[in-house]
Structures are given as C-alpha cells and as structure tokens.
C-alpha cells in the first residue's frame, strides 16, 4: 500500500476508535442519568474510589528515581534492551558475589518460576506443602506434563520442613518453598530453612520463592541465595512487584548455578522477554534503599491497622511478615465475604483450595486500608 495512504487509513482508524469509545463513554454517562458521573474504567489501575487490596501489589510505587528512569528509557523505547539487561544482571550478581551467569531476567518472576516449573518437569514432579503461590507450577498439570504432590496441610497453616524432606522420593526432581510464604504471610525460621535447602539439594533442585523477602524485618537472613554461591542447586526467584511497586512493569528475576540458568532459558526466559522501561525502573531502585524503607513502614502500620480491626470484631489473622494477612474468618465463607467487600468498593481475595474460611488482605494505601477496616463491620453485620 502508498505509505502515505496507509498512514492516513490508520490515522482515520485511530481517530474512529477514539470516537466509538468517547460515544460509548457518553452513552453511559446519559444511561447512568444526571445524579452520576460514570467514570470510565481507567486502563492502568484501580477506578477512583475502590481499595484494590487483592492482589499484593505496593501503590506506593514506582519511587521517584523508577519513574524518573522509566521516562528516559521510554524514549529510547525504539532499542532492544541487551545492554539494560546486562546492567540489571550484574548489579544482581554483584550484590550477591555471584556472577550474571547465576542470574537470569523475566517478565515478572512468574516468567522465571514458570521456567523453572516446567524444567522440573522433564525429569519428576514438583513437591510443595498444601498451600503455596503455585499460580506457575500449575503450569505442569495444564501441560499434562508433569504433577504437583502436595503435603497434607498442618492446623498451624505453618511449613512443615521435615516431612517436606521426608517426602522427597525419586519421582520429585524439584520441591518448591514459597518464604515468606503467599497467602499465608508467615516467614520459615532462617536456619531450618538453610539446613532444611542444603540437604534437599543433594535430593532434587530447591526452588525458594523469595517473592516477599524484602518486606521481612531482615532480608540478608532471610534469604537462602547465598547457598547457591557455596554450590548447592538450589534456585531463588525475587521480583520487582512487590516492594519495589513495580507489578505492573514485570521485572523479575532468578539466581541458580549457571548450567541451571542456561537449562531454564530454553522455556521462555532471556533479555526477549523484557523492556526498556520496566528494566530502566528496576535499575533506578534496585539499592533505593529509603524508598523500601517507606513502603516498609506503611505495610507496617497497615497491618497494625487491620490487626486492630479485626480483634475489635473477634477474629483474628496469620502472624504476617509481608504486605497481605490471611484472616481467619471462624464461621464466614470467604468467597461471600469477597463478594460482601465488593459492595463496599473493596477488592480482596476469595477462598483458596478449600481454606473456605480464610480470606487474603493486601495492604494497600492506608486510606484504602481504612476502606477494609469501616466495611468490615458493615460486612460482618450482614453476614451475621
Ligand atoms: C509468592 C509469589 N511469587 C511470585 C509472584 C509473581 O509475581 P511477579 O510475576 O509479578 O513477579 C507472586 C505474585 O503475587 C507471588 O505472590
């Protein structure tokens, strides 16, 4: 086609689109009649108005320096990213004394972990306690190439590390520890987590899911990346959605022994996957260390606050370490309780497995926290 009549038949398309949405968006204002102004739903978060509190994410993000970088890198958007990547890698490695062949990038750490799923899978099945984040591992059984064996579950909710061990038989080549742990919130003890990856390692790899271990009160203790420099196969996933408040940038990343990480690259991983912008925010903030600090400190105060709220009205939660609680909900259904939330313009998680009384909370901003402890009388009452 004529360059400059294709260009015209897009412009003409671009500007069609843009009117159809306008006339639907009127439409709906004037079907909503005079009293409402219907907002339209933003495309890059939550609408005005509603505490989205479901899904973990830190709306304190992006830090300043994120977003200053993220709008430098936009306009160099025209370039692949090979040299960011390897920027990002190294300072990885480099804070670990690691080299960057121990670590690898992804769009989100789901990318990584969903990698690391399915190259368990060549060789055994994946074993995990009875509640994880397995949102990737399940990749496996949709695939029909592999399963998850899952421990039974301990009234404590808690990890059980030794019957973990125990269950390790020559059909698992990989068993996956999610710490701390999501939806529960809880963090394994550091030094039976270390004892407990050195000697499954010489069983199965260990992939630990440190998704959460920059909101816990001592991250360098609580991670096990440093096992992987003394050798052992052992792969730790992290991410840049959770305290750093990029979720919706999709940086994530995998540290592992280099013939691991070579293996793992095969099942979607590498610079391809990733962009300018997201990799410029997560080199900005990577050591921002008063930017974690903050967000921290505002997790902090709003799990005081739904602590509060939730003794005020007999119940209770988790002891958390992360930016969500897992709240026991005695009697209630969890999914009517999600649905009743919703009514009050607040987004929380329904039930998982069959926890059918137990419910997720993210912390969110903390007037958004304030939205989740006034409706939760309000809810309460009308399930009563
Ligand atoms: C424990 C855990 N791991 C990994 C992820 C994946 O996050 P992302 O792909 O954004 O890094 C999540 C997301 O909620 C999570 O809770």
């Known amino acids: ?13 671009t500007t069609a689109g843009v009117s159809a949405a306008l006339a639907a968006t009127s439409t709906a204002s004037l079907a909503a009649g005079a009293k409402e102004i219907v907002q339209p739903t933003p495309l890059y978060g939550p609408p005005p108005g509603v505490a989205k509190l479901n899904a973990n994410e830190n709306p304190y993000g992006p830090s300043p320096a994120a977003l200053k970088a993220m709008m430098e890198a936009s306009q160099k958007g025209a370039y692949y990213v090979y040299d960011s990547v390897m920027r990002l890698k190294t300072m990885i490695a480099e804070r670990h004394g690691l080299t960057p062949e121990h670590v690898t990038l992804g769009s989100g750490s789901s990318a990584g972990l969903a990698a690391a799923a399915i190259t368990a899978a060549q060789t ?10 397995d949102t990737t591992s399940r990749v496996v059984e949709i695939q029909s190439i592999g399963a998850i064996k899952r421990l039974p579950k301990l009234e404590s909710l808690a990890i059980d590390l030794d019957a973990m061990y125990n269950a390790i038989d020559d059909s698992i080549s990989m068993v996956q520890v999610t710490n701390p742990n999501n939806p529960t919130g809880m963090l394994i003890n550091p030094q039976a987590m270390r004892n407990f990856c050195i000697k499954a390692s010489k069983k199965c790899t260990v992939l630990a899911d440190e998704a959460y271990n920059e909101l816990t009160d001592n991250s ?13 196969d052992i792969i730790v996933a992290r991410t840049f959605s959770k305290i750093y408040g990029l979720a919706g940038m999709r940086v994530g990343y995998l540290i592992a022994q280099p013939e691991k990480i070579e293996q793992m690259e095969k099942y979607g991983l590498g610079w391809y996957g990733l962009n300018q912008a997201g990799l410029a925010a997560a080199i900005a903030c990577y050591e921002d260390q008063r930017f974690m600090d903050y967000s921290r400190a505002k997790v902090l105060e709003g ?11 007999g119940l209770s939660a988790l002891p958390s370490v992360t930016n969500f609680m897992f709240v026991n909900l005695g009697e209630l259904n969890a999914e009517k309780f999600r649905a009743e939330m919703a009514k009050e313009n607040v987004l929380i998680r329904g039930i998982y497995r069959d926890y059918t009384n137990w419910s997720r909370v993210s912390m969110g901003h ?13 809810v309460l009452h ?3």
């Open 1 to 13: 086609m004529h360059k400059s009549l294709s260009r015209r038949l897009f412009l003409q398309g």
């Open 124 to 133: 055994g099945n994946i074993l995990g306690p009875d509640l994880f984040w």
């Open 220 to 232: 360098d203790l609580n991670t096990v990346i440093p096992l992987v420099k003394d050798g052992h």
């Open 303 to 313: 799990r005081e606050m739904v602590s509060a709220a939730l003794k005020e009205h």
């Open 366 to 378: 903390l007037d958004d926290v304030e939205k989740y402890t006034a409706a939760l009388p309000k």
């Open 382 to 384: 009308r399930m009563s």
